[in-house]
């Protein structure tokens, strides 16, 4: 069954530091996601992307956070200045068209030091 | 904007008792309704959706949920419960968006499970 990757698994960053977390959706998807979810706290939404541009952002996506989607495969969340708060597990996800079910990956863990 | 919330942050249950995790949601429409378990070290697995018609959905690995509106739940049940079942509960939320949809998620639910 197709699934969500994600990599690294862990990421150990210092803080000021940026990062790259990166992201292969299902092929044949169209929709795009990104979630966190600090350590004990729910999971929360950040952005999403649809025909290569965000459709949709929450008050956490500020300047410091970009995606880009660089080639056909690849889904990519950048924080340009990694701040300790930014510690937490990142989740991919992406859906086919039409009102279907997301599919997560198993998650990014950013730990800002 | 929508909202859910777990009531219950753990619960703990014998290995073939029987399973409710609840669920309450808030939004002005009909809501798009979800069920995730997250294993440790997992990611978030669907278990079940609710978009619109039959009120009691079946899922994945024996859950099922109902969407009450009068009662703005949506209530996850197992009649018997697994060890492997031990997880991370999340309902979620989701309100319409052009060919999409951004679910909100309540803080979770954890499921112990007693031998």
């Known amino acids: 069954e197709p699934e969500v990757t994600q990599t690294p698994s862990h990421q150990v960053t210092q803080m000021g530091q940026e990062v790259i977390l990166r992201c292969v959706p299902i092929?044949?998807?169209?929709?795009f996601y990104w979630y966190r979810q600090i350590l004990g706290q729910k999971v929360e939404f950040l952005v999403s992307?649809?025909?290569?541009?965000?459709?949709?952002k929450s008050e956490i996506f500020d300047d410091q956070f970009s995606v880009e989607r660089p080639d056909g495969s690849n889904f990519t969340l950048k924080i340009r200045s990694t701040k300790l708060e930014d510690s937490a597990m990142y989740f991919c996800?992406?859906?086919?068209?039409?009102?279907?079910?997301?599919?997560f990956g198993p998650g990014t863990r950013l730990t800002v030091t | 904007a929508q909202s859910v919330t777990q009531p219950d942050i753990h619960i703990t249950v014998s290995e073939g008792a029987s399973l409710e995790l609840r669920c309450n949601y808030s939004?002005?429409?009909?809501?798009?309704l979800f069920w995730y378990v997250q294993s440790p070290g997992q990611g978030l697995q669907l278990l079940l959706k609710y978009f619109s018609g039959d009120t009691l959905v079946q899922g994945i690995k024996g859950f099922e949920a109902e969407f009450k509106r009068s009662q703005s739940s949506f209530n996850l049940r197992k009649p018997s419960v697994h060890w492997s079942d031990a997880a991370e509960y999340f309902c979620?939320?989701?309100?319409?968006?052009?060919?999409?949809?951004?679910?909100?998620f309540g803080r979770g639910t954890s499921l112990i499970v007693h031998p």
């Open positions: 992307f649809y025909n290569n541009e965000i459709s949709e």
């Open positions: 939004y002005g429409a009909t809501p798009y």
């Open positions: 996800a992406s859906k086919g068209g039409g009102y279907y079910e997301q599919y």
């Open positions: 092929s044949n998807h169209l929709y």
């Open positions: 979620a939320v989701g309100a319409p968006l052009g060919g999409s949809y951004i679910p909100t």
